[in-house]
């Protein structure tokens, strides 16, 4: 038996194989190189932090902190009496967070800018009128945070 292996090597035939898988895995690399799909996209269903795709691992993306965020609602701050009617007038309970009073006061103020109404001179005044009570609002609203008074 072990002459019949000296023989096979000595004849050569190791390295005509070793060029057959050469070849071929030249050829699977080519393939590989020229093919721009996502491995991982074929194997959606992972779980844990990693997910895996022939012999590669990937790490899982984290969740976004952001989404974690949204679903968050901060708690009301206690506000005093005279406080109560800026709030209202943005539309919000009174102690929402200054944040949330700040998206709500831009959200009224694009809803009611006088140049969305540059066709009509009454609705553009009743416009005007309004976007100055919401900044006045904001206003108190912003200073009663930063400062705790309410005048």
Not at 6 to 33: H, K
């Amino acid at each position: 038996m072990q002459d019949t292996l000296v023989s096979f090597f000595e004849a050569g035939y190791t390295s005509v194989m070793a060029e057959t898988i050469y070849d071929r895995l030249g050829e699977i690399l080519r393939d590989r190189l020229q093919n721009d799909d996502d491995p991982f996209e074929a194997w959606s269903p992972h779980t844990g932090r990693s997910r895996s795709a022939g012999n590669t691992r990937q790490r899982s993306p984290r969740p976004s902190e952001k989404s974690n965020l949204a679903n968050e609602i901060p708690p009301l701050v206690p506000v005093p009496l005279e406080m109560q009617a800026p709030f209202r007038i943005l539309g919000l309970e009174p102690g929402t967070a200054k944040s949330l009073c700040k998206k709500a006061w831009k959200k009224a103020l694009q809803e009611n800018h006088p140049d969305r109404y540059h066709t009509n001179p009454q609705a553009a005044a009743r416009a005007t009128a309004r976007s100055r009570e919401l900044t006045e609002a904001w206003r108190r609203i912003e200073r009663w945070f930063d400062t705790g008074y309410s005048t």
